[in-house]
């Protein structure tokens, strides 16, 4: 486990890192998919930590790769090179977990944005991507792929979600149908 004065460093550290332009940070984005990836897996005591950061780092994607970034995680965290290096490759492999804190993390990724909070984030950017309510909603009813690396438990959860998104988008188009009053 990581001990509370490393987290807090790491929290003060990795906030501003998750701030988008427009001030809104993705901060609760990380910590929600955190939680999803916790329930996955639980590592062992010698993998707490590593997965940890895995689970504090990931939105960074390739962020912390570059050599000046990292040894400014270094200088500010305490954090290892060797150990930034190690969560640098983890993260690159999340399209292709090897490990089973990277799938957990691969899988919340996943179940995170499958579910009826994650259309509504499509339906949110929809307009300024220049989609429509129905390109979003096919897409959405068309997109359920589970990925061969989730496990078992991951599987089930992404059931739970698709078949709630799938639900949403079903009304969706009766409303739109005008199917929705007798």
């Known amino acids: 486990m990581i001990d509370e004065a490393l987290r807090k460093r790491l929290v003060a550290f990795l906030q ?9 940070s993705r901060f609760d984005e990380i910590e929600r998919v955190a939680a999803i990836a916790r329930r996955l897996y639980t590592p062992s005591s010698n993998e707490t930590h590593a997965f940890e950061l895995l689970l504090l780092f990931h939105g960074l994607g390739k962020w912390i790769e570059k050599i000046g ?3 400014r995680a270094v200088l500010v965290t305490g954090l290892s090179d060797d ?5 640098a490759g983890s993260i690159r ?4 977990p090897s490990s089973d804190g990277e799938r ?5 990724i996943v179940i995170d944005s499958a579910g009826v909070r994650g259309l509504a ?14 390109d979003v909603v096919r897409d959405a009813l068309a997109d359920a792929i589970v990925p061969e690396w989730m496990p078992e438990a991951g599987r089930k959860w992404l059931a739970v979600r698709y078949e709630a998104r799938r639900e949403m988008c079903r009304g969706i188009l009766r409303e739109m149908a005008f199917e929705d009053f007798g």
């Not at 957990?104 to 919340?108: F, I, S, V």
């Not at 984030?121 to 129905?134: D, F």
């Open 121 to 134: 984030e499509r339906l949110s950017r929809a307009r300024r991507e220049g989609s429509s309510v129905m």
């Open 83 to 87: 150990e930034l290096r190690a969560l």
């Open 104 to 108: 957990a993390l691969a899988a919340a």
């Open 16 to 24: 501003p890192l998750y701030q988008d332009l427009d001030g809104v």
């Open 93 to 96: 492999r999340l399209d292709a």
């Open 69 to 71: 970034n990292r040894s």
